[in-house]
């Protein structure tokens, strides 16, 4: 008997189906934990707030707003993103006057990333595969975002603005951060190292700057907690039959906030360190490499067989008439 290799296509199916539910729960722990750690430390730092404290007040909001609905993301996340944005581009404007001639002369050094244990092969893999950690957004994106994106051109439009956001920020923001290296690499928060050290506007910045950070955490948290529950909710259900959808809901919120309570006193730079670095190491190559090849195939097969019409939108038997 011959022996074939190629896998049956139910097992792919299979496969790549509980791999993706794992990468999902993943991506709760590590970021939520992230964040509550991250909101903890700002509340600490800057107002005093004992971590407990602001852990467990940053805990019960998540949990509140994620119960709440859909309706009360899409408010928060558009608030809260927009002011994110504004308190941002101040931070960086009042920065990088005093962070220019600091990080030319970091750049001018020429340092390689062999000095901080990567190599050539090591040091592109992990630029690549990060982005991987920021795809799995759509997770909370789509059940948010359902009425709100009607047409592929809204689509297309809020991938492209948020996509030079990113990418734009990131760069401005690795630059400032360059003016402090490498000691800034023991920072918990290098954005309150730049306004410390480079900027000349005092307190109010770093009050207004947290603020704003910790709501968009709150925010972004909130879409990770309304995603699982989302997610497992329906399979509670089978199980626990005699509940109602708020308690069910309200147990799976419960269970993964515990967790990441958990999860956020080990440290957040040990969280993006082995948390993130870990994350993108395994499923960069199992997901992401996949997913950019089999989708551009899978959309030009199924245009071409008939499944899609020009604008990529599944032909049904109604549409046909």
Known sequence: MPITLFIDLKDC??????????????????ALSAQISTTAILLNQIFGVPRIIGTIGFCILVLLFALLGAGVLRKMGAIFGIAVL??????????????????????????????????ASQAWFSMLTIVVFFMNGYDACVPASRGVLKTRKD????????????AGSTMIFTYIFSAGMPDIMKEDIPTLWAIDTLSNSGNFSKILY????????????????????????????????????????FLIAIIFVLICTFGSSLGLINIIKYGYGGFTMIV???????LIVSVPYRLWKDKKDGILDENYTLITKTSER
Do not use: D
Request: charged share 10%; proline share 4%; net charge positive.
């Open 13 to 30: 199916n299979f496969f790549f189906g509980t791999f993706k539910e794992i990468q999902v729960i993943s991506v709760v722990l590590i």
């Open 210 to 249: 947290a603020i704003f950070a910790i709501g968009a955490m709150v925010s972004s948290s909130v879409a990770f907690i309304f995603t699982v529950c989302n997610r497992f909710e329906p399979l509670l259900a089978k199980k626990w039959k005699n509940s109602s959808i708020s308690v069910r809901k």
């Open 86 to 119: 504004l308190v941002c581009a101040g931070v960086a404007i009042i920065c990088l006057k005093n962070a220019i001639p600091l990080a030319n002369n970091y750049l001018e050094e020429h340092i390689s990333y062999t000095s901080y244990g990567f190599s």
């Open 155 to 166: 689509i297309i439009l809020q991938s492209t603005v948020t996509a030079v956001l990113c």
């Open 284 to 290: 960069g190559p199992v997901m992401l490499i996949p």
